[in-house]
């Protein structure tokens, strides 16, 4: 019997594709992506609750009708996460970055090489080939270098002293997400279009559910219906309750929809989705700003003194290699983004870019996508990470 996989997607646009509104995120729009909204409240930055709206808007946002989200007949519970080693799935995910550094880095020390500068350049045009730029390529270079100028070295030299290297530049933790020390713990989701964000936020509702924890989705990517009927299923499948609100509605109003739900309905975590964007896109950006600042009012709103949300996470896409890198330049600086999840580090050999992300951002990359399966996310741990990228095996 074929095992279930509640991360096999039922693209919603495999069936009746919708048409996105004409209209930014933000703007408003006509046509409805939920069953199970209500019309959706802009709220108000200045006033305490969100701001009336025409027609007949109540003074407070009314919670949408939360889907309770029994698990469907179909939909059996999620499957436990396979024991395939941490390691392993970190080095399987890797595979296509390890051949690279590994099958190259062995070639050219075969014979045993004396390092010279032409060596060292070769080193450095490996390095590059990972997408890990030059700042990182040039250091592990140049620690080469002054280590073993003038003598023959081997495999296990070089890749010594790079994984040396490589610890040195990203000096980070491992963590989870920050949670909150009382209440629900809120998470807003950014990135740009199709860095896999829905996806990543499905395996952080699996894992958390995996650690006995209740869960609420606020589908705040308004402007793509898909998006939000794509985040259902997910609600659906993983049995967690949703938060919707009409296509073309205000995201800040789900968000704050969310975050009520989150401290009403005692959930210990809530995460809110949000429209893909540029980080070109200054209006767009700026939004992401508004909806912070919401989701804090609306959790002070309910809960006197909380503040939130307690963690932003950056999806980037690790096939976008050194685009990534803008990308979380751009969002770093407009979101107030706190974390990073590298999705997609399987589907690509540019995994290298995990180390200047570490190094020039700041911000921890705290989950790796490592694939389209349940047990295909890990939280970040950079000695995993550098003895996978490196296995001399
Ligand atoms: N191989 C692999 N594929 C992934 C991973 N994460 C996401 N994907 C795939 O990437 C594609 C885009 O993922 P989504 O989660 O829909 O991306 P998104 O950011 O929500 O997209 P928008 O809603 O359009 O902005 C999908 O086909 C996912 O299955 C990963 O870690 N590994």
């Known amino acids: 019997m074929a095992k279930w996989n509640p991360f096999r997607r039922n693209k919603p646009e495999d ?11 933000g703007q408003g729009g006509e046509s409805d992506a939920s069953s199970e909204s209500t019309t959706p409240v802009a709220p108000s930055e200045s006033s305490t609750a969100p701001a009336q709206q025409t027609p007949a808007v109540p003074s407070e946002p009314v919670p949408t009708e939360p889907t309770s989200k029994a698990p469907t ?9 396979q024991k395939t080693g941490f390691f392993s799935k ?3 995910a890797l595979k296509k970055t390890v051949n690279v550094l590994n099958t190259d880095l062995r070639d050219i020390v075969k014979e045993g090489r004396l390092v010279d500068d032409a060596f060292l350049e070769e080193i450095f045009a490996l390095m590059i080939r990972t997408d ?13 270098g002054k280590k073993f100028r003038a003598r023959k070295v081997e495999f296990s030299d070089l890749v010594g002293s790079a994984k040396e290297t490589v610890r040195e530049i990203m000096q980070q933790g491992s963590a989870d997400v920050n949670f909150a020390e009382s209440g629900p713990t809120i998470i807003m989701v950014v990135g740009v279009n199709g860095a896999g964000k829905t996806t990543s936020i499905a395996k952080l509702v699996y894992r958390y ?21 794509q985040l259902t299923v997910w609600a659906n499948r993983l049995n ?16 704050w929809q969310a975050t009520e ?68 330049k751009g969002f770093s600086e407009a979101a107030n983004c706190t974390g990073i999840v590298l999705a997609k580090l399987d589907g690509t050999a540019k995994g290298g870019v995990a180390i200047p992300i570490c190094q020039e951002f700041g911000l921890p990359v705290k989950f790796i996508g490592l694939g389209e399966t349940p047990d295909a996310f890990a939280k970040f741990d950079v ?11």
């Open 15 to 25: 069936k009746a594709p919708q048409e996105s509104p004409a209209v930014e995120p």
């Open 73 to 81: 007949p179909e939909a059996p519970e999620p499957e436990k996460e």
């Open 90 to 92: 970190f080095k399987t």
């Open 132 to 144: 890990m730029g030059v700042a990182s390529a040039s250091k592990i270079r140049d620690d080469i």
């Open 209 to 229: 559910k995996e650690m006995g924890k209740s869960v609420v989705l606020g589908a705040g990517d308004t402007f793509r219906a898909a998006a939000v009927e």
């Open 240 to 255: 967690a309750e949703i938060i919707t609100g009409k296509s073309g509605s205000d995201p800040a109003s789900v968000a």
């Open 261 to 328: 739900a989150a401290y009403n309905n005692d959930h210990d975590i809530c995460i809110i989705d949000t429209a893909g964007r540029l980080q070109t896109q200054s209006n767009l950006m700026d939004e992401l700003g508004r909806i912070n600042r919401l989701i804090n009012k609306a959790a002070n709103k309910v809960s006197e003194g909380s503040t939130a949300p307690h963690e932003v996470l950056l999806v980037l896409d690790a096939t976008a290699g050194q685009n990534a890198l803008s990308q979380a």
């Open 383 to 393: 000695d995993t990470f550098v003895d996978a990228l490196f296995d001399e095996n």
